[in-house]
């Protein structure tokens, strides 16, 4: 199982752009580095100071920080990264070899490292997503040997472990008050040396790296919140890398500049179940009825999506032939029936900036709802800026963009997360015994093609509440100046920079 560590990206692979980026080992590269340093564009601000324990923590993959005991390898399973190699020694008991390496502060990586990190994670008072429906603990054998256990099956839990908000940093990073910061004490080949609010970060590459030494002499990254401004800022040469281009902008792009990708990234309308006016069922069948994703696919995503077919789009290969009738929903209120059961009650539709095309989106969908007799105010902002409000229930609704196989590569911790009655992301409040219990027998399968079918029967029972309508798949479009190598197109969105990209 001693394999090279792999990141997953996508099989469409844009030549220049790909060449030789699956070349990373445990020696020194035979290629000098590039002296040059990578100017990138991010869309959304870190909301907590780059806690791997928020959304944040993807930036920590993205941009080569952190890592965790093991990686998403390039066809989704899991791959060596901190760990070398595991044995599986029963249901619930996993052995985890390690291999040598260094954190970015000088300290060694060993496997109390490892217990130290898990042990945070476990203890975060918001736990991350990746933990939403796994119990975990972590042991040290001796100093390069762990053992982890679940107090239930597992059976992706090395999967589980390639999360970003799973990292193994330093004992520094992890801070008497719970904070976590990745400055300074991952083991990844870059290190962040600065972080100035939400506007900025900076990274040196990390010369004591475990793998091969990067190309690029570090990262200058800038957030932009702005999807036009960050096309114009890799027009004008401002920046080498932009990512999420919205489509708007895309076809204004030099064709060698303008990378599509599939992606797992479904757009949906999330509905507010725990109070308000889509705590009534009749009223988010109104809802469902009223709104129509497909109108979005040309008007606002100038074809760069699909229309929705469920919550995991066509980058899923292996959803569409599984998929479940939905059966079982509530009589959808007539407008008539909506007028009377919201008078003088608002729905208040939330979506955020970070994401070019999701305002306009919202405003299809609030002319679609108002036809179905609802009134609608929509509240736009960035989302750094709405996440805990949308995790306290404030909005009725939220026209939102998710990653599906963002957090394991694999579907159940996404939908335990986001539906569970305990998930720690469940934005739309829902507590269905049902799909709790479609969810937690997928979980327990260990043969991929009968979870993969027990997924598809808790999306349809997910479905069949109305608490989440999903309305397109997207395709991501990515933006590369031609005098960059290297960048990691990624459906899954964990990947952009590694040892390998660089200014030619």
């Not at 520094?172 to 962040?192: C, L, Q």
């Not at 998930?423 to 979980?443: E, F, M, P, S, W």
């Not at 043969?447 to 109305?466: F, N, V, Y």
Request: hydrophobic share 45%; net charge neutral.
């Amino acid at each position: 199982m001693r394999t090279t560590f792999r990141p997953l990206l996508a099989a469409l692979a844009v030549t220049p752009l790909l060449a030789g980026c699956f070349a990373t080992g445990e020696g020194g590269s035979s290629q000098e580095a590039s002296a040059g340093r990578l100017r990138v564009a991010l869309a959304i601000p870190p909301a907590q100071a780059l806690s791997p324990y928020s959304n944040d923590a993807t930036v920590l993959s993205k941009l080569s920080v952190a890592e965790g005991l093991t990686a998403l390898g390039e066809d989704g399973a899991a791959a060596p990264a901190l760990a070398s190699s595991w044995i599986k020694k029963d249901a619930t008991t996993w052995v985890f070899e390690l291999r040598k390496a260094t954190f970015q502060d000088g300290t060694e990586f060993t496997a109390e490292s490892v217990v130290n990190a898990l042990d945070h994670a476990t203890a975060a008072k918001t736990k991350p997503r990746v933990l939403s429906d796994v119990t975990l603990t972590a042991r040290a054998d001796d100093a390069d040997t762990v053992t982890i256990s679940t107090k239930n099956p597992d059976p992706v839990l090395p999967l589980r472990l390639a999360s970003p908000a799973l990292a193994i940093l330093s004992a520094k990073a992890y801070a008497a008050d719970g904070t976590v910061s990745p400055v300074g004490t991952g083991t990844g080949p870059f290190r962040i040396t600065k972080l100035t609010g939400k506007t900025e970060v900076t990274l040196d590459r990390f010369d004591g790296y475990w793998g091969d030494r990067a190309k690029a002499a570090g990262i200058d990254v800038t957030w932009i919140a702005d999807g036009t401004a960050r096309a114009n800022a890799l027009r004008s040469g401002e920046v080498d890398i932009a990512e999420w281009i919205p489509t708007a902008q895309a076809k204004l792009l030099d064709p060698a500049t303008r990378h599509e990708v599939p992606s797992v990234r479904t757009d949906s309308l999330i509905l507010n179940t725990r109070g308000g006016v889509f705590a009534d069922p009749s009223l988010r069948g109104a809802a469902r009825q009223a709104v129509n994703g497909s109108a979005l696919v040309d008007s606002v995503f100038g074809g760069y999506a699909d229309p929705a077919q469920g919550l995991f789009g066509p980058a899923v290969a292996w959803a569409a032939d599984k998929r479940v009738e939905v059966t079982g929903r509530a009589q959808a209120a007539s407008p008539a029936q909506v007028r009377s059961k919201t008078k003088g009650r608002t729905v208040r539709l939330a979506t955020y900036t970070n994401r070019a095309e999701l305002p306009e989106a919202a405003s299809v969908l609030q002319q679609q709802l108002e036809k179905a007799g609802f009134t609608v105010r929509q509240d736009v902002r960035e989302y750094s800026q709405m996440e805990a409000d949308l995790l306290a229930g404030r909005y009725d609704a939220l026209v939102f963009s998710r990653v599906t196989l963002l957090d394991t590569g694999d579907a159940v911790a996404y939908l335990a997360s986001d539906f569970a009655s305990t998930g720690v992301y469940n934005i739309a409040g829902l507590k269905d015994a049902k799909v709790d219990q479609a969810i937690a027998t997928a979980a327990k399968e260990a043969d991929s093609a009968k979870r993969q079918q027990d997924i598809m029967r808790a999306e349809a029972e997910i479905l069949r509440t109305g608490a989440v309508v999903p309305l397109v798949h997207e395709k991501v479009v990515q933006g590369v100046s031609p005098n960059v190598e290297g960048v990691l197109l990624d459906p899954r969105e964990r990947s952009l920079i590694d040892v390998d990209t660089h200014l030619k």
